[in-house]
């Protein structure tokens, strides 16, 4: 990988840079297609699916872990089809599968281990508050939460060096981090994170989201997924789930919250829930790495 | 297009294939995207609703647009957690859907199904997968959806799926606005119930107090009927007494315990006058009256009460004041008694007047205003308006040093209310205050009064003398009208005891030998007919059986003669009672009845018409039978006479009503001196027309005038 963080760089160069390298598996395209189909059935998502034997034990160790709370064993893809939902189920494969695409990001500029941890957090609480919400297709939201911080990972990998002095600004001085971004190239993560999915198709209620999740009120078409991850993100911060030690909690969106309209005593109950779940879930995810 | 003479390469059936694919797809979503747009059957559907189980009804037939389904129902949520299956298609497949539902309630889909808004179908072995989709609003879940799928169909694509959560939403949206909608109906019954359970319990704290008031009204009244009746007897007996021979000493006590007793007995019949406005009992009568006499009476009543007090009492009234109206004289005269009497009370010196105008006319009736204004002490603004409060005085200290009970403002503006009318009052302390108030009264087209130029010859003043001496019960409730009766019996010189009802009058008549009674016929606890019938029976402790009984009634119409008589009363006396025909009726019956109540003094009779024209032993008498003088002055007289007849007749011609007053005034005091009352009585008239200054009626009287001077001529001739 060539750092090309001598010349200016912008969202298209990074994605262009980057969409060859982190490809999206090719099952995933298929499986869409599948679910999409009038004239699909159960067993032909199912075997799509079981193509990939790794994501295939992940996915069933996902449905029988307190993220879904399921009262007996879910042993095959097709009752996991059933009881969690075909759109669903894809979903989390989305989000299993993008985790095992981004490896190669040397340690001393991320730790890999705490990026995902705080990105699964984020998934999670997302996820715990699209429930509470009584929210059609809460896995949308795991997946947005989860996806939310791709852009760091993309940049690190094509403007290595901008990164590094972006990390130790925010290090030594008390800026947030997104601000930082923006002063320094004037985008942030946000951007280059819905773009990288935009690239690989990913549908719009997912990247729009992670593109505003630092400035939810400019949210379009999806303001309330947006207000949810931008909750989510803050949630994980305070709860100790940052990427780094010393990372300044964002603040807080009123308006936002006002839309969520979460009674707070309710937080209390949504954190409850959602810290068994991301033991469990980091602890599944983590063998992709 | 099929390549000529080869195979499809793989690339091309797979192109095809994919082109099939996107075809298929794209014709599903424009089938699914026009179901969501024509739905408007649908939400009409869900509008008009009126039960949960419409709502059912609409989403089940909506949902088979959609999905082919070989059986589908919706189960209610129960409040106690259960599930109901309220209605199913086909109809008849019931029973197979309620077999699934345990079963999926066994194997807990059912209620994982309930906890995820999105469409679930769980494949089965026999029978056909079971599609379960819950009905549920962000905030609660109101139902579910159960269908079995049709046989080998165990999936349905994305699209679908998401329609068929958009219906379902709809409908959990409907539900739970009917639900609201029903808790406002609750509510409002409810709040509805609240109101009138909080009305009917104020009713009933009202009738309570309405109930409390009565009895006070009724304890007032009946308390007053108690002190009442041993009053009567204290001033009957006191004026025994007063008969009797006394020291200067003792005569002077007993007037005293006398003045004082019709005090207490004032005061007595105000509270009652009271208790009858809190019960709604006064009342009005109708009688046709001449305001203009009715006015003057009243102020001569009150001009003895005036000059005690050092004041002067001024009666005004207007030109325009109509004479005759239909009304209740006794009560105007009230109200007028008890402001003039409150304007005496609080002037200490000064003058007291009342003015009398005419507000308007209409439709037959005229508004009067009364306006009573003094010289005194004043009402303080802030007291000004509750004066007319019952038990209020302008100033609590003053009771003490003007004594009165407080009511007598509150009984004058029931009284002016019921006469149509306000009363009102404006003040300013130490400048005087005046008080006024208003009556709308019928106007009479002609008077339909008795006239009394005959009768008041008929007894003439001197004959009045004749009747004094004699001890007069008068029964009569209302206090003004005991006032005036009183008053004119004052005048012809008899003395009456008053009693306000028929019971209190056959007390007095068992205590006392009344020469003769005055009973009114309506009066409250015994009216005049039942006491005439206690008074005539022999069983009775009455003394006098026998004693002469005049009614005096209001309606005065035709058999109320007859029903007097009948009572076992002796005559009959319409009201508003006049001084000439009461005193026509007292003569008639104390001179012509038992001798042992006639006073010793001789009886003189009618006096002959002769004697009216011209009364010679009358003038002789005056003039110490010196014949020379009387001749000299009936001489100057008669010259001087016919002058002022001519005088007259020219002025009658002209409007100076002040020339015709004098001159009257003239010749009636030369009619005087010589004796002639005739003459002189129509001389009166005249003056009396010309100060109100009706020049009509002075020309009317003008003919009665030359005839009655043509006989005087005659009879001195």
């Known amino acids: 990988m060539t750092d090309n963080s001598s010349k200016t760089p912008t969202i298209d160069s990074i994605v262009e840079q980057t969409h060859t390298v982190y490809s999206l598996p090719l099952f995933f395209d298929r499986l869409n297609e599948k679910i999409n189909h009038p004239r699909s059935s159960l067993a032909d998502i ?164 992670i593109a505003f999740h630092h400035s939810p009120a400019e949210a379009v078409r999806y303001p309330l997924e947006a207000a949810t991850i931008h909750l989510a993100d803050i949630m994980c911060h305070t709860l100790g789930y940052s990427l780094t030690a010393n990372w300044l909690i964002p603040p807080l969106n009123n308006t936002v919250w006002e839309r969520l309209d979460i009674p707070v005593n309710q937080l209390d109950t949504i954190i409850k829930q959602s810290e068994k779940q991301i033991e469990e879930t980091c602890a599944i995810l983590s063998e992709a790495l | 297009m099929k390549p000529e003479g080869r195979a499809y390469s793989e690339l091309e059936l797979s192109l095809l294939e994919r082109n099939s694919y996107l075809e298929e797809a794209n014709r599903q979503y424009v089938s699914l995207l026009d179901t969501l747009a024509t739905s408007g059957e649908f939400q009409n559907n869900l509008g008009e609703a009126g039960a949960d189980k419409e709502v059912f009804e609409a989403t089940l037939s909506e949902i088979r647009k959609v999905v082919p389904l070989k059986a589908v129902g919706c189960l209610e949520s129960m409040d106690d957690g259960s599930f109901n299956l309220v209605v199913c298609y086909p109809p008849d497949s019931c029973a197979v859907l309620s077999s699934v539902v345990e079963r999926t309630i066994m194997d807990g889909t059912f209620s994982w199904a309930l906890n995820r808004s999105q469409t679930m179908i769980t494949p089965s072995g026999n029978g056909g997968a079971v599609m379960l989709h819950a009905i549920a609003t962000r905030k609660r879940i109101r139902g579910m959806l159960i269908g079995i799928m049709p046989e080998n169909i165990e999936y349905l694509d994305a699209s679908l799926q998401d329609v068929l959560t958009i219906i379902l939403y709809t409908a959990a949206y409907a539900l739970e606005s009917m639900a609201y909608q029903s808790l406002l109906r609750t509510n409002l019954s409810l709040l509805e119930e609240r109101v009138s359970e909080r009305t009917k319990e104020l009713q009933s704290a009202m009738e309570m107090a309405e109930a409390a008031n009565q009895a006070k009204s009724e304890f007032l009244a009946t308390m007053s009927h108690e002190i009442r009746t041993p009053m009567n007897g204290v001033i009957g007996m006191t004026g025994m007494l007063l008969d009797t021979e006394l020291t200067k000493e003792q005569r002077e006590y007993v007037e005293i315990v006398r003045k004082s007793g019709e005090n207490l007995l004032g005061l007595i019949n105000a509270i009652l006058d009271f208790s009858k406005v809190e019960a709604g009992k006064l009342d009005i009568e109708l009688l046709d009256f001449d305001l203009i006499t009715t006015l003057e009476d009243t102020t001569e009543l009150l001009e003895h009460q005036a000059a005690d007090a050092g004041l002067q009492l001024k009666c005004l009234i207007a030109p325009d004041v109509p004479h005759y109206l239909k009304g209740d004289p006794g009560r105007l005269r009230q109200v007028i008694i008890n402001l003039v009497g409150n304007a005496i009370k609080f002037t200490h010196e000064g003058e007291v007047t009342v003015s009398t105008s005419l507000v308007s006319t209409d439709g037959g009736f005229a508004v009067i205003r009364f306006e009573i204004k003094d010289s005194g002490i004043g009402i303080p603004d802030d007291r000004r308006a509750i004066i007319f409060n019952p038990f209020i005085q302008a100033d609590g200290t003053t009771s003490r040093k003007y004594g009165g009970t407080g009511l007598g403002l509150a009984i004058c503006k029931h009284l002016a209310e019921l006469m149509g009318g306000e009363i009102g009052c404006f003040s300013e302390p130490g400048q005087g205050s005046t008080f006024w108030f208003t009556v709308r009264l019928e106007l009479l087209t002609s008077p339909k009064l008795t006239p009394e130029v005959s009768d008041k010859t008929a007894a003439g003043e001197q004959n009045f003398a004749s009747l004094s001496g004699f001890r007069i019960l008068l029964a009569e409730d209302n206090i003004i009208n005991q006032k005036v009766a009183q008053s004119i019996l004052g005048k012809i010189g008899c003395r009456a005891d008053v009693v306000a009802n028929g019971l209190e009058a056959v007390r007095a008549l068992e205590l006392i030998d009344y020469a003769i009674v005055l009973m009114d016929c309506q009066m409250p606890d015994m009216d005049g007919f039942v006491a005439t019938g206690v008074i005539r029976d022999p069983a009775s402790k009455v003394r006098n059986h026998s004693v002469p009984i005049i009614a005096m009634t209001a309606n005065a119409m035709k058999g109320d003669r007859e029903k007097c008589l009948e009572a076992g009363m002796d005559d009959y006396l319409a009201k508003p009672v006049k001084k000439d025909e009461l005193a026509k009726a007292l003569l008639k019956w104390l001179t012509a009845g038992d001798s042992a109540k006639v006073p010793q003094q001789e009886e003189k009779g009618a006096p002959p018409d002769a004697s009216l024209l011209f009364d010679k032993a009358d003038l002789l008498s005056r003039m110490d039978d010196d014949q020379d003088f009387v001749r000299m002055i009936l001489d100057e007289s008669m010259e001087e006479l016919p002058k002022q007849l001519a005088e007259l007749r020219e002025l009658c011609r002209g409007t100076d009503v002040k020339a015709i007053r004098s001159l009257s005034h003239a010749m009636k005091g030369l009619a005087a001196n010589i004796s002639t009352t005739a003459l002189y009585d129509i001389a009166g008239k005249v003056e009396s027309a010309a100060k109100d200054g009706v020049l009509e009626s002075i020309r009317e009287l003008l003919p009665e005038l030359e005839r009655t001077f043509e006989l005087t001529i005659e009879a001195i001739k």
């Open chain 1, 46 to 209: 199912g075997r799509v699916i079981s193509e990939d034997q790794g994501l295939t034990v992940r996915l069933l160790k996902l449905a029988n872990s307190p993220l879904f709370g399921y009262h007996t064993t879910i042993d095959s893809i097709t009752k996991a089809l059933t009881l969690i939902g075909t759109q669903q189920l894809r979903d989390l494969a989305l989000a299993v599968s993008v985790m095992g695409s981004f490896s190669s990001i040397p340690s001393e500029l991320l730790q890999m281990k705490s990026f995902w941890k705080h990105n699964i957090a984020c998934g999670i609480l997302s996820r715990s508050i699209a429930t509470y919400r009584r929210e059609v297709n809460q896995e949308r939201y795991f997946v947005a939460g989860m996806l939310h911080d791709v852009g760091i990972l993309v940049m690190c990998s094509a403007i290595p060096e901008s990164m590094k002095e972006i990390f130790q600004q925010r290090a030594a001085g008390n800026q947030l981090y997104y601000a930082s971004e923006q002063a320094h190239l004037g985008f942030d993560h946000g951007a280059v994170g819905s773009a990288l999915l935009d690239k690989w198709k990913i549908p719009l209620n997912i990247s729009e989201p």
